[in-house]
């Protein structure tokens, strides 16, 4: 088990970056696969990327490269950066951690952050 707390959300103008983190304790990130979800009002949690334990990511299919996460074990924590931000991607951004690489299904995530507000307005 793990204990994860996101940071780094807010409100930002469309076209501006961000870079969110989730900070880890209680036991070494290194030893889990970390995804990120997001969930917009009224919409289901989609996932956003998955970090496998050798610091690959795969991401969502709506990605389009906009976004890149990776892990940095020293710290003990996992980022997201996102760049070109849109009003579509307003929500609640979560980490989780699971044990597949790869998987973007929130069933297979056993530990969840309470997540941070990402606002895209002008």
């Known amino acids: 088990q793990v204990q994860l707390v996101e940071s780094g959300g807010g409100l930002v103008k469309p076209g501006d970056s961000l870079t969110l983190a989730c900070a880890a304790s209680g036991s070494s990130v290194r030893n889990f696969v970390i995804a990120w979800f997001r969930q917009a009002p009224g919409r289901e949690r989609e996932g956003v990327s998955s970090?496998?334990?050798?610091?690959?990511?795969y991401y969502g299919d709506f990605v389009k490269g906009r976004f890149t996460a990776s892990r940095d074990n020293a710290r003990n924590s996992v980022s997201l950066r996102i760049s070109s931000l849109q009003p579509e991607d307003t929500a609640v951004y979560y980490c989780?951690?699971?044990?597949?690489?790869?998987?973007?299904?929130?069933?297979?995530?056993?530990?969840w952050g309470q997540g941070t507000q990402v606002t895209v307005s002008s």
């Open positions: 989780a951690a699971g044990a597949t690489c790869g998987v973007l299904d929130k069933d297979d995530y056993s530990d």
């Open positions: 970090v496998c334990l050798g610091g690959r990511a």
